[in-house]
C-alpha cells in the first residue's frame, strides 16, 4: 500500500500557523514513507472562498518548501462527483430529502434546550416516503441510531462515539451543492488517501465521515488529530496574539526553515532535541511523538531558531531569501559592495532578515541624517582632531583591507591615548549615520574607500557646524 496524505485548507483567509502545522505534519510522514502528499483546495463555500486566498495559500507553500505530488485540486471543478455519490446515498437508502424549514428547526431547536436535551436533528422526515413538489430540501445523511463509532486515533488512541449521539447530518444544501463532511469523504476515498493528520476540532466530524465511508462500502483511512496551538496567555492562537499568518513571518524577516523548525517542535518532540535539518525532520519524524496536549507558541523561542539559522546558514542561501527584501527597500546591490560579504559580516549578530536588509541600506546608499542621540553622544568637538587626523591617514592607505585599516585607526588611538571605543564609536556614526554595525574595520572595507572618506568629512563638517 502507497502511503498518501493531504493537506486540505479552506480559501476563506491567508495560511495561518496551525494549518502550516498541520501540512508540515502530513508532509514530513508522506516523505518518511515514500508516499505521496496531496494538496486540496476545499472551495466549495462560495461566499467566502477566494482567488486571493487560494494564491496566499499556494504562496505560503513555495516558499516554506513543502511540495506536493499531486494538486492543487479544487472542489469546485468536483460537484458533478458529489451529486453522483449523493444519488447514490439517497438510492441506497442512506440519505433522504427533508423539508424542515430553518424557522421549524429553530423553533424545535428551542424547545430541545428548555427540556435541557442536547439539540440536534429529531429526525422528521426521516420516514417520508412521498415527496414534497414543490418545497425546498436539503439531502441528509441517514445515520445509524444504535451502535457505536471506534476511531483508532493515532496519537489520542481508541476514541468511541456512540451513534445515538449523532444526528443526521446535511450533505446537500437547498441549491445543491454539498457540504464539507460529504466531500472530505468523496474526495479522500477517490485520491486513496491513506492517513489523515488534521487539528483535534475535526474529531467530532470523523464519526460523522466513518459513518459514510461505511455507507459506501469503503474503508475510512488512518486518523491522528493533533492538539491545537495555544498563545502565551493559553487561549487558542489568533490574531492578537502576533502575526499568525504564514507570510506574515516572511514579511518579518524569518527563513522558512526556522519556522519550519520551530513548527515540528510544536506538539512532536525528539528527545531533548531542538534544531533539526528538513533530512532529520524526515527521518525522526514519528505520529507516535505527537503530545496529546496543546502547544504554546512561543515568539521568543522561533526568533532565537531564526537566529540561528541566519548566523549557520551558508551566505549564498541567505542571500537567496535576502533578495527579495533589499527589493522592498529598492537598494540596487551593484551599487555597493559584494552581497555576499556583507551577509557574512552581520551573520553573527542578525536576527531577522529584515534587520539584515535594512542594516544594508548604509553600505548602498547615503543616509539623510544621523541619529540624533548617537551623533549628540559620539560627534562632539572632542573627538574632532582625532577623525581629521584619521582622515589624513585614510587618505595614504594604499591597500583598501580590514586589516590596513586596523593599523590605522590603531595609530590614531595610540597618537591622542584613546581606548578604541572612544574612536571607533564616533567613526561609526559617521560613516553609518549610527552607532551599530560590523566591526568597524570590516564596516569600512565593505563600504569603500571613497565613500568612507567623504562620510568621514561629512561628520568632521557637522562637529564644526555644531
Same mark, same amino acid.
Request: neutral net charge.
Given at each position: 500500500?502507497?502511503?498518501?496524505?493531504?493537506?486540505?485548507?479552506?480559501?476563506?483567509?491567508?495560511?495561518?500557523?496551525?494549518?502550516?502545522?498541520?501540512?508540515?505534519?502530513?508532509?514530513?510522514?508522506?516523505?518518511?514513507?515514500?508516499?505521496?502528499?496531496?494538496?486540496?483546495?476545499?472551495?466549495? =463555500? +462560495?461566499? !467566502?472562498?477566494?482567488?486571493?486566498?487560494? /494564491?496566499?495559500? $499556494? *504562496?505560503?507553500?513555495?516558499?516554506?518548501?513543502? #511540495?506536493?505530488?499531486?494538486?492543487?485540486?479544487?472542489?469546485?471543478?468536483?460537484?458533478?462527483?458529489?451529486?453522483?455519490?449523493?444519488?447514490?446515498?439517497?438510492?441506497?437508502?442512506?440519505?433522504?430529502?427533508?423539508?424542515?424549514?430553518?424557522?421549524?428547526?429553530?423553533?424545535?431547536?428551542?424547545?430541545?434546550?428548555?427540556?435541557?436535551?442536547?439539540?440536534?436533528?429529531?429526525?422528521?422526515?426521516?420516514?417520508?416516503?412521498?415527496?414534497?413538489?414543490?418545497?425546498?430540501?436539503?439531502?441528509?445523511?441517514?445515520?445509524?441510531?444504535?451502535?457505536?463509532?471506534?476511531?483508532? =486515533? +493515532?496519537? !489520542?488512541?481508541?476514541?468511541?462515539?456512540? /451513534?445515538?449521539? $449523532? *444526528?443526521?447530518?446535511?450533505?446537500?444544501?437547498? #441549491?445543491?451543492?454539498?457540504?464539507?463532511?460529504?466531500?472530505?469523504?468523496?474526495?479522500?476515498?477517490?485520491?486513496?488517501?491513506?492517513?489523515?493528520?488534521?487539528?483535534?476540532?475535526?474529531?467530532?466530524?470523523?464519526?460523522?465521515?466513518?459513518?459514510?465511508?461505511?455507507?459506501?462500502?469503503?474503508?475510512?483511512?488512518?486518523?491522528?488529530?493533533?492538539?491545537?496551538?495555544?498563545?502565551?496567555?493559553?487561549?487558542?492562537?489568533?490574531?492578537?496574539?502576533?502575526?499568525?499568518?504564514?507570510?506574515?513571518?516572511?514579511?518579518?524577516?524569518?527563513?522558512?526553515?526556522?519556522?519550519?523548525?520551530?513548527?515540528?517542535?510544536?506538539?512532536?518532540?525528539?528527545?531533548?532535541?531542538?534544531?533539526?535539518?528538513?533530512?532529520?525532520?524526515?527521518?525522526?519524524?514519528?505520529?507516535?511523538?505527537?503530545?496529546?496536549?496543546?502547544?504554546?507558541?512561543?515568539?521568543?523561542?522561533?526568533?532565537?531558531?531564526?537566529?540561528?539559522?541566519?548566523?549557520?546558514?551558508?551566505?549564498?542561501?541567505?542571500?537567496?531569501?535576502?533578495?527579495?527584501?533589499?527589493?522592498?527597500?529598492?537598494?540596487?546591490?551593484?551599487?555597493?559592495?559584494?552581497?555576499?560579504?556583507?551577509?557574512?559580516?552581520?551573520?553573527?549578530?542578525?536576527?531577522?532578515?529584515?534587520?539584515?536588509?535594512?542594516?544594508?541600506?548604509?553600505?548602498?546608499?547615503?543616509?539623510?541624517?544621523?541619529?540624533?542621540?548617537?551623533?549628540?553622544?559620539?560627534?562632539?568637538?572632542?573627538?574632532?582632531?582625532?577623525?581629521?587626523?584619521?582622515?589624513?591617514?585614510?587618505?595614504?592607505?594604499?591597500?583598501?583591507?580590514?586589516?590596513?585599516?586596523?593599523?590605522?585607526?590603531?595609530?590614531?588611538?595610540?597618537?591622542?591615548?584613546?581606548?578604541?571605543?572612544?574612536?571607533?564609536?564616533?567613526?561609526?556614526?559617521?560613516?553609518?549615520?549610527?552607532?551599530?554595525?560590523?566591526?568597524?574595520?570590516?564596516?569600512?572595507?565593505?563600504?569603500?574607500?571613497?565613500?568612507?572618506?567623504?562620510?568621514?568629512?561629512?561628520?568632521?563638517?557637522?562637529?564644526?557646524?555644531?
Amino acid at each position: 500500500m502507497t502511503i498518501c496524505t493531504r493537506f486540505a485548507p479552506s480559501p476563506t483567509g491567508y495560511l495561518h500557523i496551525g494549518g502550516a502545522r498541520t501540512a508540515l505534519f502530513s508532509w514530513l510522514y508522506a516523505r518518511k514513507q515514500g508516499g505521496n502528499f496531496i494538496l486540496r483546495i476545499e472551495d466549495t =463555500d +462560495l461566499e !467566502r472562498s477566494s482567488i486571493e486566498s487560494v /494564491n496566499a495559500i $499556494l *504562496d505560503s507553500m513555495a516558499w516554506l518548501g513543502l #511540495d506536493y505530488d499531486q494538486g492543487p485540486f479544487y472542489q469546485t471543478e468536483r460537484f458533478s462527483r458529489y451529486q453522483e455519490i449523493i444519488n447514490q446515498l439517497t438510492d441506497s437508502g442512506h440519505a433522504y430529502r427533508c423539508y424542515c424549514s430553518k424557522e421549524e428547526l429553530e423553533i424545535r431547536r428551542t424547545e430541545q434546550i428548555a427540556r435541557k436535551e442536547k439539540p440536534r436533528y429529531d429526525g422528521k422526515c426521516r420516514h417520508l416516503t412521498t415527496p414534497k413538489e414543490g418545497i425546498p430540501y436539503v439531502i441528509r445523511f441517514k445515520n445509524s441510531l444504535d451502535g457505536q463509532v471506534q476511531i483508532r =486515533d +493515532l496519537v !489520542r488512541g481508541t476514541v468511541i462515539f456512540q /451513534n445515538g449521539e $449523532l *444526528d443526521d447530518l446535511i450533505i446537500a444544501r437547498t #441549491d445543491g451543492t454539498p457540504t464539507y463532511n460529504l466531500t472530505v469523504v468523496v474526495d479522500d476515498m477517490d485520491m486513496g488517501i491513506t492517513h489523515v493528520i488534521r487539528g483535534d476540532d475535526h474529531l467530532n466530524n470523523t464519526p460523522r465521515q466513518s459513518n459514510i465511508f461505511a455507507a459506501l462500502g469503503k474503508e475510512p483511512p488512518s486518523y491522528a488529530h493533533i492538539p491545537m496551538i495555544l498563545g502565551t496567555d493559553k487561549q487558542r492562537l489568533s490574531k492578537r496574539h502576533g502575526a499568525v499568518s504564514v507570510m506574515s513571518y516572511r514579511d518579518l524577516g524569518y527563513l522558512p526553515e526556522a519556522l519550519l523548525n520551530y513548527l515540528v517542535r510544536l506538539g512532536w518532540s525528539h528527545g531533548d532535541q531542538e534544531v533539526f535539518t528538513i533530512e532529520e525532520m524526515i527521518k525522526l519524524f514519528n505520529i507516535k511523538d505527537i503530545n496529546q496536549s496543546a502547544s504554546v507558541f512561543n515568539p521568543e523561542k522561533l526568533q532565537w531558531l531564526n537566529q540561528h539559522y541566519i548566523k549557520n546558514s551558508d551566505p549564498h542561501h541567505i542571500a537567496q531569501h535576502l533578495y527579495w527584501y533589499l527589493e522592498q527597500l529598492k537598494i540596487d546591490i551593484s551599487q555597493g559592495p559584494n552581497l555576499i560579504d556583507l551577509i557574512k559580516a552581520q551573520q553573527e549578530r542578525a536576527k531577522t532578515l529584515v534587520e539584515m536588509a535594512q542594516n544594508c541600506v548604509p553600505f548602498y546608499y547615503n543616509f539623510q541624517d544621523y541619529e540624533s542621540i548617537a551623533a549628540e553622544k559620539h560627534l562632539t568637538i572632542s573627538i574632532l582632531e582625532p577623525l581629521q587626523a584619521l582622515k589624513a591617514h585614510f587618505e595614504n592607505v594604499s591597500s583598501w583591507t580590514a586589516s590596513e585599516i586596523h593599523q590605522a585607526i590603531s595609530s590614531i588611538v595610540e597618537k591622542y591615548n584613546l581606548k578604541l571605543a572612544k574612536l571607533a564609536q564616533p567613526l561609526r556614526v559617521a560613516v553609518m549615520g549610527r552607532p551599530i554595525s560590523p566591526p568597524i574595520d570590516i564596516t569600512l572595507e565593505l563600504l569603500g574607500k571613497e565613500k568612507t572618506l567623504s562620510r568621514v568629512e561629512r561628520a568632521i563638517e557637522w562637529i564644526q557646524r555644531n
